[in-house]
């Protein structure tokens, strides 16, 4: 099977109205950067998005957000954005806030084919709300859905033709979970290289959640609020 493609824009042509995308990335660490922008100029519509956050404004997902490309989003952080808050209060889209741990696990779940599964994570707020809640050991549980994708777009370091990642640093973060947890995952890599050059041991994804694979240019690495020590 072929996985590479040969830019983002072929990667994400098939995308449709509706879809449900993983984006990984936290804050703009770690995002798929070309993806996004080729998501932006695909210009599909009525899309739920499940990130960590949506971006900055004009930055990362904020592209979609600006553009009118996302209806609901699942995430844990509304950030910097002051569009997302504007839309928010003003009923433009559905947001979902979870709480981070719980939402990677959700993700991890969805993966791992897991229906369900209980937590102690936002048992007495409205976190709860709507949601079963058991009791073991004498301690109550509130009951959350994993959480999958039609499409999952990811960011790895190195990437080899049959689609095995490696991660770098802190920009894994979500992005393994969400590999696993879409029925096509799409990588953009910034070193695409021969199968056989990556150490099965240093491999963090494993190529058989991998549907295509590109390797991408134009790497920015924003960082959302650069801060530094005074001298």
Request: hydrophobic share 45%.
């Amino acid at each position: 099977m072929k996985k590479v493609v040969a830019n983002a824009d072929e990667a994400v042509r098939d995308i449709p109205d509706g879809a449900i995308v993983m984006v990984g990335g936290f804050g703009l660490c770690g995002i798929p950067e070309n993806l996004i922008r080729a998501l932006a100029r695909l210009g599909v519509k009525n899309l739920t998005t499940v990130s960590n956050n949506v971006g900055v404004d004009g930055q990362g997902m904020g592209l979609l957000l600006a553009a009118g490309q996302i209806r609901r989003h699942i995430g844990t952080y509304v950030g910097e954005n002051k569009l997302l808050e504007q839309m928010v209060l003003g009923k433009t889209i559905d947001l979902q806030l979870v709480p981070q741990g719980t939402f990677s696990e959700r993700i991890r779940a969805g993966g791992a084919g897991i229906a369900a599964f209980f937590t102690p994570t936002g048992v007495g707020t409205i976190v709860a709300e709507g949601k079963e809640v058991r009791e073991f050991d004498g301690r109550a549980y509130v009951m959350e859905r994993g959480l999958t994708a039609d499409f999952a777009l990811v960011k790895a370091w190195k990437g080899d033709t049959w689609g095995n990642l490696v991660y770098r640093k802190t920009a894994r973060n979500f992005n393994p979970m969400m590999a696993t947890a879409a029925k096509i995952t799409i990588a953009e890599v910034e070193h695409l290289v021969p199968v056989g050059e990556i150490e099965p041991d240093a491999v963090h994804t494993p190529g058989i959640f991998v549907k295509r694979i590109f390797q991408g240019a134009k790497f920015e690495r924003l960082i959302e609020r650069r801060t530094v020590r005074k001298q």
